[in-house]
């Protein structure tokens, strides 16, 4: 878009996770968990238990993961407020 010569820009700020990779590492980290799990006590999990243990694991897993991506977003918004604040003091000195 133009406007009087100054053109307007989005800033698209790329995702530095893949998510889908994200995902097969959880449950990997599930299964090698449940794995050690019954190597250590000799024993297998009942098939019902492992399921939920799985589950469960996925679960708190992707909540670390939410709780990053909450943590990065207000990096980014401290990022551009940063910039913002340094760009208005370099322009009331000039």
């Not at 820009?9 to 050690?36: C, H, P, Q, W």
């Not at 993961?65 to 760009?87: G, I, N, P, W, Y």
């Amino acid at each position: 878009m133009s406007d009087g010569g100054k053109e307007e820009r989005l800033v698209t700020i790329k995702n530095a996770v893949d998510f889908g990779i994200v995902g097969d590492n959880i449950s990997d980290i599930a299964e090698f968990t449940i794995e050690k799990h019954e190597f250590r006590h000799d024993s297998m999990l009942a098939p019902e238990v492992r399921e939920e243990a799985i589950e469960r694991i996925r679960d708190v897993l992707w909540q670390k993961v939410e709780a990053l991506k909450l943590r990065r977003q207000r990096v980014l918004e401290d990022m551009f407020s940063s910039a913002q604040a340094t760009l208005e003091d370099i322009v009331k000195k000039g």
